[in-house]
């Protein structure tokens, strides 16, 4: 605006600037308010439109770990009860045995019915050792077999055998499910149960410690105390020592039990802490790209009347010119 | 003193009347009329003529003399409506190219294609989560889908840069031919002034058209003028001359009309007569024709072009990536596994081509080396390379922020010189525009200026009748 001359169109055109000003700021403010968001594009706010992406990558990441955490609790709670079973069934299998080894095997009747419920019980502890959750077996690591042990009661997982200085060598099995639940390295949880370190494998299994115990108690030769011509051990021998074989079974599915409880606490721990990172994600989210919307309907509001008012200032200032007042 | 002199000074006094009364009504009339400037009829007292040496008495002078009609414009405030114009259509359209860019971004949103680059990674978790199990052919088909949707989404932005770059072209070639339009104007209307200027005839209705003509030019090329003493302006751009006197030089663009081959022949603005490079000033044409720059290594080049190399990188660096880590695992039947993504065409833009190789969950990676069929390692360790500081999100997030920031800069600057443009022009017509209030009360003036001629002739035949009937009563 200049010092000293104003006309007419200056006026007119000065007017539609501050109106059309005016109309843009109120079109903005309206965007705002309807679509809920400060930041709808990156040159609204260049810095905060980087963090937005940032955030929004993480809260896709982080409703991805919940799935992850979900189904990690499903194989958990899979493995935590089968191995509940996995232990009542074998104190039971031992509880038989010392049954057998004390008072139960006076009659060869008697021994016969005792090896029918071993046999049972192991096989039912078998089913439990192959159970499988969603189609895979969960207790045979990452294989893709669909039993986690055969009939000759071998491991089916992968393994891994390594020497020792001493010259034996060890094999344990290898690679376990995991489930990510973070995205740091240590992020990960194992949701199987390790099948190899639990039921054993092959004639060291849980499975053929029972078996030899039912083969003892059908030996023909038990009332005459002969030993077996393979093993050289007499039936009795080998029922009390199925005793220790099978405590030692117990501790070995335990021991592993009390790992898959571990893992389940980490899990419901990951699962608790995923909700609270979802919550803190969300505020953050609508700190940087959300308005406020009390700020943003107040602004509205304002600008509401400012563009009235500029209508109506406008309107009064541009009809009358000298024109109207000489008659 | 004659007796009858008092009648041809009232009479020139009718006269001068009547002409500003005209020229009253041609400010009027074009009140509303752009570019037009407000004139004003300029007056002096007619001084005692030779005669009057030889009265015995002085004379108050016989009358008023018209001596022109001047046009009021201020040579100062219209050179500044021309440079500020420059100013404000170099950023205003650099602001829309890069608006126009930044818009088919689609940031910040929950559909752009950092969503899809999530969802992407999301997926290769899922398939390491679903391995082995009865959902793994879904999961599988999940990712390929995903996989897509990264490869059309890429391909989708490529072509949507390539496209704008197009419209820019053909927009900047119409700015081109209003440039030779507007030059071609000047130089007419230069031979027209010059020739009525030296007839002595009124031009300044010409000089109007011109004046507008030359702001035209100065907002699309930044051109400055200079006047000559014939009434010709001479018309400047990048220190060579567009319009000289009655003549103009052309220019043209050069440069590939393809996008796919402007990398090696850049567009540009050259003279037609010698083909050497004109350089602008800046105007609208200059940022038309830096948006249409080919990319360069700083990520400083034309705007269409650097989203379209975006998205190129982005292309290569996921397909590298992805494809990297899937030869070091194995699929889920226990074979290598081969590349998860694959280019249709390896010599074009990777953007365009990129295209998901594996067609099932046979061919997908997901075990590590030994660790079983139904391991997900490799799977998860795909996963992850979305959070890499060097992976296909990062560059994507830091190129949807350096745009952002290039388009909040250029629409700021644009904000800011459109002010000053726009007080250039309160001032121009602050001391050039039609005062309506002030057209009246001049109508007023002359009109009563009119009224008191007539009357003063009036009274002069009044004087002269009493004393031509003195003696006959």
Redesign the interface.
Same mark, same amino acid.
């Given at each position: 605006m200049s010092i000293g001359r104003v006309t007419t169109s200056q006026l007119w055109t000065s007017s539609a600037t501050n109106v059309q000003a005016s109309k843009a700021r109120l079109s903005q403010l309206s965007d705002q308010a309807s679509t809920g968001l400060l930041v709808t594009k990156p040159s609204d706010d260049p810095a905060a439109s980087a963090a937005i992406l940032k955030v929004l990558s993480q809260q896709s990441a982080n409703t991805q770990y919940k799935t992850n955490i979900d189904d990690g609790i499903g194989w958990l709670s899979s493995a935590d009860s089968t191995m509940t079973t996995a232990e009542n069934l074998t104190r039971q299998a031992k509880d038989l045995v010392i049954q057998a080894a004390n008072s139960g095997t006076s009659s060869a009747t008697s021994r016969q019915a005792l090896a029918t419920q071993l046999e049972g019980v192991r096989d039912d502890l078998l089913g439990a050792a192959n159970t499988q959750y969603n189609g895979r077996s969960i207790f045979a690591g990452t294989s893709d077999s669909p039993a986690a042990f055969d009939a000759a009661y071998a491991y089916q997982g992968p393994e891994r055998t390594t020497a020792n200085p001493d010259g034996t060598t060890t094999t344990t099995a290898v690679g376990s499910v995991q489930r990510r639940i973070g995205s740091g390295p240590g992020d990960v949880v194992t949701v199987s149960a390790d099948g190899r370190a639990a039921f054993g494998t092959g004639d060291d299994s849980v499975f053929a410690q029972i078996s030899a115990v039912i083969a003892a108690l059908r030996d023909p030769g038990y009332d005459t105390d002969t030993p077996d011509a393979t093993t050289g051990v007499t039936p009795k021998d080998a029922i009390t020592a199925g005793i220790d074989r099978l405590g030692a079974a117990l501790t070995n599915i335990s021991a592993q039990h009390a790992i898959v409880g571990a893992n389940y606490a980490r899990m419901t721990g990951a699962k608790a802490q995923n909700a609270t990172t979802a919550t803190a994600l969300e505020t953050q989210r609508s700190g940087l790209q959300d308005a406020d919307t009390t700020k943003t309907l107040l602004d509205l509001k304002t600008q509401e009347l400012a563009y009235q008012t500029a209508l109506q200032v406008t309107a009064q200032v541009i009809q009358p010119t000298l024109m109207s007042f000489l008659r | 003193m004659s007796t009858f002199s008092g009648l041809g000074t009232a009479a020139s006094g009718l006269t001068a009347a009547r002409l500003a009364l005209e020229v009253t009504g041609q400010n009027v009339a074009n009140? +509303?009329t752009e570019g037009y400037t407000r004139q004003r009829v300029t007056q002096s007292p007619m001084a005692q003529t030779a005669l009057a040496t030889y009265a015995t008495q002085s004379s108050v002078g016989d009358g008023v003399l018209v001596t022109g009609v001047a046009r009021l414009n201020d040579a100062v405030v219209d050179a500044r409506v021309r440079s500020t114009a420059a100013t404000a259509s170099y950023w205003s359209a650099s602001a829309n190219a &890069?608006?126009t860019v930044?818009?088919a &971004?689609n940031?910040?949103s929950?559909s752009g294609l *950092? @969503?899809v %680059?999530? =969802?992407f !990674?999301?997926a290769w978790? *899922?398939m390491?989560?679903a391995v082995?199990? =009865? $959902?793994a052919e879904g999961a599988a088909s999940n990712l390929i889908a995903q996989g897509q949707l990264v490869a059309s989404s890429v391909s989708a932005g490529y072509t949507a840069a390539s496209t704008s770059w197009s419209d820019a072209r053909s927009a900047a070639g119409l700015t081109v031919t209003a440039i030779n339009d507007a030059a071609g104007q000047v130089a007419d209307l230069n031979k027209s002034i010059r020739a009525l200027t030296a007839a002595g005839s009124n031009v300044n209705s010409l000089l109007d058209q011109r004046d507008t003509a030359v702001t035209k030019l100065a907002q699309l090329t930044g051109a400055t003028t200079r006047p000559n003493a014939d009434g010709t302006v001479d018309v400047t751009v990048g220190g060579n001359l567009l319009v000289s006197g009655v003549t103009t030089r052309k220019v043209e663009l050069t440069g590939d009309a393809a996008f796919s081959t402007t990398s090696t022949t850049p567009v540009a603005l050259q003279w037609a007569d010698t083909k050497t490079p004109v350089s602008l000033d800046g105007g609208e044409l200059a940022a038309r024709i830096a948006a249409l720059q080919p990319a360069n290594a700083d990520g400083t080049g034309g705007v269409y072009a650097e989203a379209a190399k975006t998205y190129d990188a982005i292309a290569s660096s996921i397909a590298t990536a992805v494809n990297t880590a899937s030869a070091t695992g194995y699929t *889920?039947k226990g074979q290598p596994a081969g590349d998860f993504f694959s280019f249709t065409s390896p010599a074009g833009s990777p953007a365009l081509n990129l295209t998901v190789k594996a067609a099932s969950a046979a061919d997908i990676a997901v075990?590590?080396k /030994? %660790?079983? +069929? $139904? /391991?997900?390692?490799v799977a #998860?360790a795909i @996963?992850?390379l979305? @959070?890499a500081p060097d992976s296909p /999100?990062a560059q !994507?997030?830091?190129y949807? $922020?350096?745009?952002? *920031?290039q388009?909040?800069t250029a629409?700021a600057r644009a904000s800011t010189s459109q002010t000053a443009a726009?007080a250039a022009?309160?001032?121009q017509? @602050?001391?050039s525009?039609? #005062? %309506? #209030?002030?057209e009246?009360?001049n109508l007023?003036i002359y009109q009563h200026a009119y009224q008191a001629s007539a009357r003063v002739i009036s009274t002069i035949n009044d004087i002269l009748d009493t004393l031509i009937n003195m003696g006959a009563r």
């Open positions: - | 009140a +509303n &890069l608006g930044e818009t &971004l940031e910040p929950t *950092s @969503s %680059l999530n =969802k !990674w999301g978790q *899922s390491a989560n082995g199990t =009865k $959902s *889920s075990a590590g /030994d %660790l079983g +069929n $139904s /391991d997900g390692t #998860d @996963s992850q979305g @959070s /999100d !994507w997030a830091g949807v $922020s350096r745009i952002g *920031s388009s909040a629409t726009a022009t309160d001032a017509t @602050s001391a525009g039609v #005062d %309506l #209030d002030e009246t009360s007023v």
